[in-house]
């Protein structure tokens, strides 16, 4: 990590410790979205939102070495087929588009409403890394744009 | 006091806010009033107790914001000086919207009372919500079982609007950039 790439020392010692929390905090709101507010959308903004802050405090050279990003595009775009998916399964098992064909469960337990937390998971796999990848996108157009070099 | 006099004071406050938005002569400032409205919409939908609303705008907003400020930070904005034909556009704008404010008077007597009515579909989800989804979070229910082709329709926007920001500015940026291979094609 050289010293000239993204913030100062005392932000990239507080990123170390906080990203972990926060992506902890995500996976709970999207964990229990149909227990209590919240829900993949939310969970999903909650991660975008920890790349985030990574990429500011380290810079965006760090996050190419740290992550893939067309991995997480593949990402991105497979949620989508997987939620098409998951409803067409619905149309052959359980009767009809998108119909939740798990068994419900007991009220207010973490496995319960059948295909509900499986969407929300699926839902916030899509919303967080299309957030992310559109803004490292639009980093890497303003960097060639303005001509800087890493 | 009531949930109305609170909003009254909420939407006040967001106003104020925009207004001040467009006063301000520095960038960044008006990012920040912009900010306040944002976040007047948060608390409004948390009076309405509308939580997971809530949540999202509040989570939305600070995105924006990180965003908003990325892309002002350190940029000098050239403000142009106010003229006469800006004062005659105020004028018009003023009186356009007093006018449609006095032809509308009328309705604002006709609307029913605040959240009173509930429609049939909506005492549905209500009463049966939790029974027929096995889903505690009724919102939840809502827009990933009762309504779960919605959704569908959403993931294919938010798809759709990454595909085409990636594809433009992919584009561009192979096209500008002199080197090359700065970025991977990915």
Do not use: C
Not at chain 2, 125 to 151: C, F, Q, S
């Amino acid at each position: 990590m050289k010293q000239t790439e993204g913030m100062t020392l005392i932000v990239k010692t507080v990123t170390r410790i906080s990203v972990w929390m926060i992506l902890l905090y995500g996976l709970y709101i999207i964990l229990h979205g149909h227990i209590s507010p919240g829900g993949g959308f939310a969970g999903g903004v909650i991660i975008a939102l920890a790349f985030l802050n990574v990429m500011l405090a380290y810079g965006r050279g760090f996050i190419k070495r740290w992550v893939n990003i067309g991995f997480l595009h593949d990402i991105e775009s497979s949620s989508a087929a997987l939620f098409l998916a998951i409803g067409i399964l619905g149309m052959a098992v359980g009767g009809g588009f998108l119909a939740n064909f798990i068994s419900h469960g007991k009220l207010f337990h973490l496995i319960s409403a059948g295909t509900i937390p499986i969407l929300n998971i699926v839902i916030a796999a899509k919303v967080s890394m299309g957030l992310f990848v559109v803004v490292w996108t639009l980093a890497i157009f303003h960097l060639d744009k303005g001509g800087k070099k890493e | 006091m009531p949930v109305e006099t609170w909003l009254i004071f909420i939407l006040g406050f967001m106003i104020l806010g925009s207004i001040i938005a467009l006063e301000l002569k520095d960038i960044l400032s008006s990012v920040i009033s912009i900010g306040v409205v944002g976040l007047g919409v948060s608390v409004a939908f948390l009076f309405l107790q509308a939580l997971d609303l809530a949540i999202v705008q509040f989570l939305f907003e600070i995105f924006a914001l990180i965003i908003l400020v990325r892309a002002f930070i350190g940029k000098e904005y050239h403000i142009k000086e106010p003229s006469k034909s800006h004062v005659i556009q105020t004028v018009v704008t003023i009186v356009v919207l007093l006018s449609i404010l006095i032809l509308s008077i009328n309705v604002f007597r006709l609307l029913p009372q605040f959240g009173e009515p509930i429609f049939s579909t909506a005492r549905h989800y209500i009463e049966n919500g939790a029974k027929e989804t096995g889903a505690a979070n009724i919102v939840t229910a809502i827009i990933l079982d009762y309504r779960a082709y919605d959704t569908l329709g959403e993931v294919t926007v938010l798809f759709t609007a990454i595909l085409g920001v990636l594809a433009i500015l992919r584009t561009k940026s192979k096209t500008t950039s002199p080197a090359g291979g700065d970025h991977e094609t990915n």
